[in-house]
Nanobody, 120 residues
Framework: QVQLVESGGGLVQAGGSLRLSCAAS????????MGWFRQAPGKEREAVAW????????FHAESVKGRFTISRDNAKNTVYLQMNSLKPEDTAVYYC?????????????WGQGTQVTVSS
């Protein structure tokens, strides 16, 4: 079992920055892939970024490429999402999630989410 706890959300003005953290506990294997998703009111959940727990390969959605960066600190069992040049359309609840490998599509573990609000 894996537990994920997000933190770092808040209210920020457009153009500002936030760093989200996802603290992971439990049995985390090197094959795991950690992802960030977001869901705005009335919209479907969107994949934002993911990173391999061991190898560090990453993916960033086109909507955030060049502005957001996913990273990990294995020693701290923590995944980060650095968000720069925030826009009002980035407003959403951000969720951390984990899947067992690059070869599976299903995320088995989810955090409770953290609210990010970007004012114009």
């Amino acid at each position: 079992q894996v537990q994920l706890v997000e933190s770092g959300g808040g209210l920020v003005q457009a153009g500002g920055s936030l760093r989200l953290s996802c603290a992971a506990s439990g049995r985390i294997f090197s094959t795991y892939v950690m992802g960030w998703f977001r869901q705005a009111p009335g919209k479907e959940r969107e994949a934002v970024a993911w990173i391999e727990w061991s190898g560090g390969s990453t993916f960033h959605a086109e909507s955030v490429k060049g502005r957001f960066t996913i990273s990990r600190d294995n020693a701290k069992n923590t995944v980060y999402l650095q968000m720069n040049s925030l826009k009002p359309e980035d407003t959403a609840v951000y969720y951390c999630a984990a899947r067992r490998s690059l070869y599976t599509l299903i995320y088995d573990y989810w955090g409770q989410g953290t609210q990010v609000t970007v004012s114009s």
